[in-house]
């Protein structure tokens, strides 16, 4: 794939899209994400084949959740509550080129008694209709001194909402 010129950048506040396309029914008002990230593809996320490496795509999801957590208000884990990804799941749907501007845009699936399943989007920040990949994870929250699963807590359930 050539690369392409990337001149735009992407903002946490850009327009959704459509879910349709992607097969995700998020919880609640199904277009409204959770938090909209933007990352821009590095060089060194390139693989041989000149595009990004699929395990790269983890690492986008896994900034993207991280910058989303960072802006949940009140506490989200403590000593005895902290989440872990119990489960991933990705439909890798096009190759990323470098250079690109991404958005990555999560989606409150559902919510459980200790558990959180995030849907995910990887798009074109310039192209919105170009969807890069798709899918969800799995949070449980967990005491790590027991290994045991603890109750979701609330600034979590009220951020999902």
């Avoid at 960072?70 to 190759?95: C, E, K, L, T």
């Avoid at 845009?105 to 849907?119: D, H, K, P, W, Y």
Wanted: charged share 15%.
């Amino acid at each position: 794939m050539s690369p392409r010129k990337s001149t735009t950048q992407a903002t946490p506040t850009a327009a959704p899209v459509a879910n349709d396309a992607a097969g995700i029914t998020p919880k609640g008002d199904s277009d409204t994400p959770l938090y909209v990230a933007a990352i821009g593809v590095r060089w060194r996320d390139l693989d041989a084949f000149n595009h990004v490496n699929n395990s790269n795509y983890l690492t986008y999801l896994e900034e993207a959740r991280l910058q989303w957590l960072s802006h949940v208000p009140g506490p989200w884990f403590d000593d005895h509550a902290m989440p872990v990804m119990a489960a991933s799941q990705i439909n890798y749907r096009r190759p990323i080129a470098w250079p690109a501007q991404l958005q990555v845009q999560l989606f409150c699936e559902r919510v459980g008694n200790s558990s959180m399943t995030i849907a995910h989007r990887v798009i074109d920040a310039e192209h919105p209709d170009q969807l890069y990949c798709d899918g969800h994870v799995v949070m449980v929250w967990m005491d790590p001194a027991s290994g045991k699963p603890v109750p979701l807590p609330e600034a979590i359930r009220i951020a999902a909402a």
